[in-house]
């Protein structure tokens, strides 16, 4: 029995060796008690008892650290609610009374009031993360109340911008307004008053805008050593300018220059004042006649020669009314893009007449402006062709109250002169010389002498002319009338446009001419004159017309450059021939 149960006993204990060396759990007795192994006199943990331990240590470091964080948190409270109440004391009290004393004169009311304050003030407390004050925006910090009663620096004004000032206050006419026309130019010595050949002397006379002074140099040059007055729309200096044109070989005897100032009277540059410019330099005028063009059209180089001719000033002193004409061509730009190729233009630019042709022979030049035939349609281009140097060719007629003729002309009193309330672009020319007809002038044009324009770019004033309704855009000028008498053009604010403006007093102007200026045309309107008022955007019902302009017959419709165009091939083919 014995050794049965030894064997038992034996076999067991093999079994749970076995058992732990393949890592089973711990084994336990028959009765149920726990068998715990020792090993070198120490106690071996089971597994699950050591998993409770790890447990118990993670919840009492967690448990330190929250009672740190807490401790720390409350030493911030303590310290933001000390300085809350000392800055609220500080505040609140006039006095140098001390914080302890002030408590203790508070009433119950004044301290409830104070502990009130105190919890507003507190709504709008935040702490930073490094444990400093912030205040959140609407709070009532006195430190921010301070700053926003700063008043920002303030800061140094420059000078005002001067008011537009009105053109007007430059003018020789005494005008006032727009409307203000005149019949003659003051200060200026009588037509009346015989002059023989000898004494006629020219002047060439122009204005310009700053961006044109470039061009001045070359009418130098082409007029020579001669009388130039020449009115610039600049606020530079006149002296400093005209030392410049001096450097650039112009004369310093001859050449007057004058200045008007473009911001005061033209700061946006789409109200160029070019008849009052015109006038101020026709004033400066000391010889019998004056040659007038634009800048940006460059004489001949025999121009000053050819109206010294013997002949021509015989011509010009027999007749204080005589306006010479002196054709205009136009040059192509020289390159294709739309810009002002100045090294590619001016090259070309002819100085003689042999020149020109050969232009126009190659299609690189033509009579000036032809899309618009009545500007310079009445001039004989053809017949100038064969024109003898020096040579007259009066006008039998003029086909358009449109023509605007670059003239020399005797520079006396009874010259009218330019309207000043035309400005810009727009009649401002054509409507001096239609004065110039109905007062008596015999229009003549001279043999080789001519005029040739820069193709410049577009002016401002220009394309504040070009301005129109969108019901106008794609109208054709003969037809705007009835687009504007439609009911799509009821509601158009014409007068809002520069073009319908200079068109209303284009119409006054007529009625002024008509009845304050004598009839006493030497050259007639042609009979297939064109019907320039067909044009206008702006009407007027007469019960009769001028010139039979309200009249509709065929002459219109040459109005769209064909002549022109037959006139250049006609002048290109004469020089082949």
């Known amino acids: 029995m014995e050794s049965g149960s030894s064997g038992s006993s034996n076999g067991t204990a093999t079994r749970r060796v076995t058992a732990h060396s393949r890592g089973s759990s711990p084994h336990t007795t028959k009765n149920g008690t726990s068998k715990t192994r020792r090993k070198n006199d120490g106690v071996i943990d089971s597994p699950l008892r050591k998993i409770r331990r790890d447990n118990n ?27 809350l109440v000392s800055n609220l004391s500080t505040s609140s009290s006039s006095s140098t009374t001390s914080p302890s004393s002030s408590n203790n004169n508070m009433s119950a009311e004044q301290q409830s009031a104070a502990m009130q304050q105190l919890s507003e003030k507190w709504k709008n ?14 709070a009532k910090d006195s430190n921010n109340k301070k700053k926003k009663e700063k008043k920002p620096p303030k800061k140094e004004e420059g000078p005002k911008p ?12 005494g005008n006032t307004s727009p409307s203000d026309f005149r019949l003659t130019t003051p200060n200026a010595p009588s037509c009346s008053e015989p002059i023989d050949a000898d004494s006629i002397s020219f002047t060439l006379v122009s204005q310009l805008s700053q961006d044109r002074i470039w061009m001045l140099p070359y009418h130098c040059k082409r007029w020579g050593d001669n009388p130039m007055s020449i009115v610039i729309f600049t606020d530079e200096d006149a002296a400093a300018v005209k030392d410049k044109l001096v450097g650039e070989g112009c004369s310093e005897e001859h050449l007057t220059v004058q200045t008007v100032s473009k911001t005061r009277y033209d700061p946006q540059g789409t109200d160029y004042p070019v008849n009052v410019l015109r006038n101020l330099a026709f004033s400066k ?3 019998t006649h004056l040659v007038y063009a634009d800048v940006d ?54 100085k003689r007449k042999d020149e020109l042709i050969r232009l126009i022979k190659k299609r690189e030049a033509s009579t000036f402006d032809p899309t618009n035939e009545g500007g310079h349609g009445s001039t004989r281009y053809i017949s100038w062709k064969d024109q003898k140097e020096g040579s007259y060719l009066d006008l039998p007629c003029i086909r358009s109250n449109r023509y605007e003729p670059y003239l020399a002309i005797r520079y006396c009193s009874e010259l009218p002169p330019f309207q000043e ?18 007062s008596g ?8 002498a001519f005029l040739v324009h820069y193709p410049h770019l577009d002016s401002k004033s220009r394309l504040e002319w070009n301005k129109k309704p969108k019901e106008l855009q794609k109208v054709d000028s003969t037809l705007v009338v009835d687009v504007l008498e439609s009911e799509k053009g009821g509601n158009i604010d014409l007068l809002s446009y520069k073009r319908a403006r200079v068109d209303a007093l284009f119409l006054d102007y007529k009625d002024w001419l008509h009845d304050n200026v004598r009839d006493k045309e030497r050259v007639p309107m042609c009979d297939n004159a064109l019907n320039d008022d067909v044009r206008l955007w702006v009407h007027r019902d007469y019960s009769e017309s001028e010139d039979d302009e309200s009249e509709d017959d065929e002459s219109e419709d040459n109005d769209d450059g064909s002549d022109v165009v037959e006139v250049n091939e006609e002048l290109g083919a004469q020089e082949e021939e």
Request: charged content about 25%; proline content about 4%.
């Open 162 to 173: 001067q008011p537009i000032a009105s053109i007007f206050e430059l003018s020789l006419l």
């Open 421 to 438: 309330g035309f400005s810009g672009y727009g009649k401002n020319k054509m409507t001096w010389a239609m004065q110039l007809r109905r």
């Open 297 to 350: 059209f460059w004489p001949s180089e025999s121009l000053h020669s050819i109206l010294n001719i013997e002949s021509v000033k015989e011509r010009m002193a027999s007749d204080a009314k005589l306006a010479t004409v002196i054709p205009v061509f136009q040059m192509n730009r020289r390159c294709r893009a739309y810009k002002d190729c100045r090294d590619d233009n001016i090259p070309f630019m002819p």
């Open 57 to 83: 240590n993670r919840d009492l470091i967690s448990l330190s650290i929250i009672r740190l964080v807490l401790a720390f948190l409350i030493l911030i409270w303590f310290g933001v609610m000390a300085k």
């Open 285 to 287: 005028v000391k010889t």
């Open 441 to 448: 002038y015999q229009f003549s044009q001279l043999g080789e």
């Open 125 to 138: 407390v935040r702490f930073n993360k490094d444990g400093t004050i912030k205040t959140v925006r609407g």
